[in-house]
């Protein structure tokens, strides 16, 4: 069990859920809940499937959203955090997003942004004088996806304040399970479960009469523009990790490079490090039961983390009807499965056909060497 020392306590207010001091601040966000209303509408009973999915999902954002409101007042109180990141109705919603960076999206969530595209989202974010914090919050019982998801957040966040230690607050409701066995940078708080209906019918009919908006002041209180942190540029990165693991004497992997500290973190955002390409022949010959046929003779190499923590050397490679293919030998079993055409992998993909070249081909011979290597390899909490 992971030993914790943590200096920040819950208090009564946020264990019991306690929405008294925040108005009808609750009423000022906005939720995804067309589909319920529809239900609603059809007079759907409360026990249907559909019902309670949807249900279930405001829930979830009404959860998240009265733990901000009660965090950012707990955090105006608590000596030991510095600042906190505005969110929500609470920001500046004239500050306008960029390519890259910490910002709000339209959504009014924190996320990190490269390109355009959305890395990760924080439900809140908040620093000591020491360390920065991300917040999880959820009503979702089982924890194991939740803690999956931890790593990449934490990884982004060491690149952008490496001077800072990166801890987490983990929020959940009473029945969660796993509670214990997050790991040691975690401080996890459990809260009473809460009514969601009374909520719910507020929303739906008390939008137009609700009170004016609660707002909270104080010096700790912080745009996320206002932040100074390093850049993390996705594609940049994908660039140098692919050049890095190439030893220029040997023209061979560097597979020590590759086990850093540096690189593991990389691993944790990414999934996978791209290490160069084979020609279609050769990943026949390597993968002989493949049917497709290849819509270029360029098959993308990478290192893969795998949920299980450990590593596999997995193909990515656009077949002729202009799908891409994720490919793996698991052990003589071969799995093939199709990525999302919007998705990060179809848009690596791309990129890696931009910046390879001759240098980054690899043989058989090398394939085999890496495969028995990366089956060693067994990814820990960091």
């Not at 993308?300 to 050397?313: H, L, P, R, S, T």
Request: aromatic content about 14%; proline content about 2%.
């Amino acid at each position: 069990m992971p030993q914790r020392t943590n200096k920040l306590k819950i208090n009564k207010t946020i264990q019991n859920v306690d929405i008294s001091s925040i108005g009808d601040n609750l009423l000022y966000y906005s939720y995804h809940i067309s589909f319920l209303k529809k239900l609603i509408a059809q007079n759907r009973a409360e026990d249907d499937p559909q019902y309670i999915s949807s249900f279930s999902s405001f829930k979830g954002e009404i959860y998240e959203n009265i733990i901000y409101e009660l965090l950012l007042r707990y955090a105006v109180e608590n000596n030991e955090i510095t600042s906190f990141i505005l969110k929500g109705p609470h920001q500046n919603r004239n500050v306008k997003n960029g390519k890259i960076g910490l910002q709000i999206d339209r959504n009014a969530q924190i996320v990190y942004k490269s390109g355009y595209k959305d890395i990760s989202e924080f439900d809140g974010m908040f620093f000591t004088k020491d360390s920065v914090y991300f917040v999880e919050s959820t009503i979702v019982n089982t924890t194991s996806s939740l803690r999956k998801r931890l790593r990449k957040k934490k990884a982004i966040l060491q690149v952008l304040f490496p001077k800072l230690k990166v801890k987490a607050l983990i929020i959940l409701t009473n029945g969660a399970t796993g509670t214990n066995v997050f790991p040691a940078y975690c401080t996890v708080w459990v809260t009473k479960d809460f009514e969601a209906g009374d909520l719910l019918n507020d929303i739906l009919n008390r939008k137009q009469n609700k009170q004016k908006f609660l707002r909270v002041k104080s010096e700790k209180l912080q745009e996320v523009s206002q932040l100074e942190y390093f850049h993390f540029k996705y594609f940049d990165t994908m660039r140098y990790l692919l050049k890095r693991s190439h030893d220029i004497e040997t023209h061979k992997i560097d597979l020590k490079f590759l086990r850093t500290n540096k690189s593991r973190r990389y691993f944790d955002i990414f999934t996978k490090i791209y290490i160069g390409y084979i020609d279609f022949a050769t990943f026949k010959s390597i993968v002989p039961s493949f049917s497709f046929e290849s819509l270029n003779d360029m098959v993308f190499v990478a290192i893969e983390q795998k949920e299980n923590n450990k590593f596999a050397v997995t193909y990515y490679l656009k077949t002729s009807d202009k799908k891409l293919k994720r490919v793996e030998d698991i052990k003589g079993r071969i799995d093939i499965s199709d990525k999302d055409p919007k998705g990060f992998t179809n848009a690596e993909v791309k990129f890696m056909n931009y910046i390879v070249k001759p240098d980054y081909t690899l043989n058989q011979n090398g394939i085999k060497y890496i495969e028995t290597s990366v089956l060693k390899w067994k990814s820990t909490d960091r």
